[in-house]
């Protein structure tokens, strides 16, 4: 294996932190996602309201 | 020879939403133009441009010729808004005192004086404008607009918060300032008492400029007339 | 159009960042004295680095909306500045991984650390300033002026922390140190990885532009609504 | 000149309103006192322990009762929409925000002031002992949280959320400052001359208060005018 050439000291920390890393750019991500969906929803409510109002 | 007030294309934007859209409207030297149009059509807005308080994106203001945010022209402007302006924790002198300084004038006591007797506050001038009544609050209010004989007077809805006293004294103050030759812009819904004073209307709806131009008889009969005009 | 960009950046990020890690996990040799954790340098650095480009991108985005008044120079001005701060956040929580093994403790009040914590702070008060004004235009200008104070302080803070305490590793990049403290490789490797983390972050605030621009217009189409 | 007078006007009607009502002169230096009071059961009074951190102590006080001072500055401009007076008419916003900086920095002076001699009197410390130097401290580190104070009230004066939005974007920014002025307040509490070390820490206050100076009356026009 690879992997056996690399010195295990302190391994399962390095994986933390990289887990960590990626773990807070992917929260960031998701909230960014449901945040576009909610104003696209917004969006499209507004938008029927203007048009309701305006035909 | 300057109009006093020249808006030219003027633009003004919350955001995406043009509050202001287009507008071009000329007011004469020692006119009093009646600025009519519902809530919501920008009315405010555009006096708070005026009155230098707000920034606009596109167009150009003009008064007297020059930028309303421009030191020398905020002299000669009268503000008077919804709020009355005045500090209540300020005797009604203090008061005067301190925007005559604001102003730049030269505080002599004789013109705080005599602004106050013209609104009728003489006698309580040493008092905390705490204390005053709604009615003796607006009198200061009209008193501080006044205070440094402005060249053009921007007035939004006077009308409406002011009590009988007020309004007379305002009344007396419009005539008296547009004999001293001061171009004043009001902005109201209640068109009968524009009416009388006014010499030019515009209409504001939408933002947009409907009908400008001078005031005639009919419009003092029938002040519904404008909104009919519009509809054609 | 702006998808296409996203999409295209995300794909040549990733495909940078598999060969990066491939290299980083299989390739580099490990650093004598720390062991494996050390690897996690290649993310700490690059994020810290991403963090404060946004920041002064920020900066400059905010002056020019005050000259010019477009808004689109604020939607991006904020874009960079959520972003910056998300990897302010990986640079931090990196860091701390990192020290809770080399130093023994998760945290100490050194320079580096404690400048980054405020600047953290600092730019978060400006997406929460945001959140609190609802008119865009009065949001644009009351935030561009923070975000040139929140600058200007964070230079000061940098050098008064530097000033009150350090104990933080000494610069790495032989840009700083004139080389000779960093192998090659390694350096080589910061600087791919710098470059895949700013191809995600522009990735990132391309998306959160858009859904800026959304907002305005929502707004604006509110104010129609209530103006009828 | 004429705008330094116009600052100046603003700044004594700011201070015969805040003497006539005391409204938040009165709230700030109860509060200070109820924080040094808090404090004194935090850490035991007598300890060498409080003397270490005296001057730490004390300048969290000064800042964080002069929250409730720079709080006001220009939430008193709201009530009958004053704000919009003092902005149509010729006055400079740059000199709005001085004279309100003005007002604010005499008022944290005497706030100071008086903080000082409560503490002196609950703690035990002799903080006479350099007097110019403490007052030079003092007068250099106020500017700075005047200035921001008045900047920071201007920008926060018009939300919903202003009371809880000034503290969180203030103290950050005020870092800088407050370590320096911590470092030197302690120094001068040691009765220790200054060491050029420490006389950097001046300089980080002269350069904090010149930035933002500049920075408050560069941008004064963008904050106020919407």
Partial sequence: MLLSAMDTRNFTFMFYGFLAAWLIVLIYIVSLARRGARLKKELEQVRNLVSSKHP | ?232 | MRERLVIALAAIAALLLAYNLYHIFLVLPDEAAQGAIYRIIFFHVPAAITAFTGFFVTLVLSIMYLISGNLRYDSLAASVTEVGVVFACVNLVTGMIWARIIWGIWWTWDARLTSMLVCVLIYSGYLMLRRAIDEPTQRARLSAALSIFGFADVILVWKSIQWFRTQHPSPVLSIRTGGGNIDPAMEHMLYLNFLAILMIAAALVLVRTRQETMAREIDSLRRLANAA | MRSLLQALSIARKDLTVELRTKESLNAAIAFSVVMLLLFSFAFDPAADVTREIAAGLLWIVFAFSGALIFNRAFVRELPNDCLDVLLSSPISPASLLLGKAAAIFVLLLFLEAISLVVFGVFYNLRWWLRPIELALVCILASWGISILGAVFGALTVNLRLRELMLPVIIYPILIPLLIAAVELTDTLFRNQPLSPDQLLWGRLLVVFDVVFTALALALAEAILVN
């Fill in chain 2, 1 to 232: 020879m300057f109009d006093a007030i020249q808006i030219d294309q003027l633009w003004k934007f919350y955001g995406d939403y043009a509050a202001v859209r287009d507008f071009t409207l000329s007011v004469p030297e020692d006119a009093c133009c009646a600025l009519i149009g519902r809530n919501g059509a920008g009315k405010t807005t555009l006096l708070r441009v005026l009155a230098g308080l707000s920034r606009f994106d596109r167009g150009t203001v003009r008064l007297f010729g020059e930028p309303p945010r421009k030191q020398t022209t905020r002299r000669q402007i009268g503000f008077l808004g919804h709020g009355i302006g005045v500090y209540e924790d300020l005797t009604a002198r203090e008061n005067l005192y301190f925007f005559a300084r604001i102003a730049g004038l030269k505080t002599n006591s004789s013109l705080i004086d005599s602004s106050l007797e013209r609104v009728g506050l003489a006698r309580v001038s040493g008092m905390p404008v705490r204390q005053f009544s709604r009615g003796m609050h607006q009198r200061l209010a009209l008193a501080r607009a006044f205070l440094h004989s402005p060249k053009i007077l921007v007035l939004d809805e006077p009308f409406t918060a002011l009590d009988d006293h007020a309004i007379a004294a305002l009344t007396e103050l419009l005539h008296e300032a547009r004999k001293a030759g001061a171009t004043i812009l009001i902005s109201t819904h209640q068109l009968r008492e524009a009416l009388t004073i006014a010499s030019h209307v515009a209409l504001i709806e939408n933002g947009r400029l409907r009908f400008s131009g001078e005031r005639t008889p009919e419009m003092l009969e029938d002040p519904a007339l404008l909104y009919r005009m519009n509809l054609e």
